[in-house]
Every structure is written in structure tokens, then in C-alpha cells.
Nanobody
Framework: QVQLTESGGGLVQTGGSLKLSCAAS????????MGWFRQAPGKEREFVAGISRSGSNTFHADSVKGRFTISRDNAKRTVYLQMNSLVPEDTAVYYC???????????????WGKGTLVTVSS
């Protein structure tokens, strides 16, 4: 059974930082492109960042470029999202995703995590 388990969410003030982690089990981790999506209250889920199987290619949405960084450790079967300079508009549930597509700009998700809440206070 595939499990993607996110952690690291919480409450932070504007300008602060958080690092999200997603631990994977039940799948050949290094075979999958990994990514992060987010869903704010009342809004659709949106792509945040993706990283290729080897970690050599990444793609970040314009809204987070320069502030967020995705990375992965295949030995630990874990993908990370370092979030800096957080603003209230970043408040959302953040979801980890695994894709069989090779593109870092993920356009199809095979597996989803359950999400972790990030709240940025003004």
C-alpha cells in the first residue's frame, strides 16, 4: 500500500520559514517524480513545485519561485519543501504527490498524501 506522509506544517508569522517533509512507502520512490501542491480555503488545488526522479531538475510555480525550494533524498525516500519569506497568501493545506510522469512540472498525479496545514499569520 502506497503511503505519502507529510509533516512540518504549522503556524508561522509573515516572513517566517517552514520546512515540509514527505516520507514515502510502498512504492519505488526513485522511479517517481515528486511534487507539492496546495489548496487554500475556497480555492482549487494548485501546483507548487516538482522534482525529477534523480533530483537534477526542479520546477517551481511563479508564485513561490525564489522563496520555496523543493529537494529530495532518494536514500531516505523523502521529499522536502523549504519555504522562506512566507506570506498570508501561502496559507493552505500542502499535499505531497507522486507522479509517473518524467516532467518536473507535474501534470498527472498517481498518489496523494493527506496533507499538512500551513498557516501564515499577518
Amino acid at each position: 500500500q502506497v503511503q505519502l506522509t507529510e509533516s512540518g506544517g504549522g503556524l508561522v508569522q509573515t516572513g517566517g520559514s517552514l520546512k515540509l517533509s514527505c516520507a514515502a512507502s510502498g512504492l519505488n520512490f526513485s522511479y517517481y517524480t515528486m511534487g507539492w501542491f496546495r489548496q487554500a480555503p475556497g480555492k482549487e488545488r494548485e501546483f507548487v513545485a516538482g522534482i525529477s526522479r534523480s533530483g537534477s531538475n526542479t520546477f517551481h510555480a511563479d508564485s513561490v519561485k525564489g522563496r520555496f525550494t523543493i529537494s529530495r533524498d532518494n536514500a531516505k525516500r523523502t521529499v522536502y519543501l523549504q519555504m522562506n519569506s512566507l506570506v498570508p497568501e501561502d496559507t493552505a493545506v500542502y499535499y505531497c504527490a507522486a507522479s509517473s510522469s518524467s516532467a518536473a512540472r507535474i501534470n498527472g498525479v498517481s498518489y496523494w498524501g493527506k496533507g499538512t496545514l500551513v498557516t501564515v499569520s499577518s
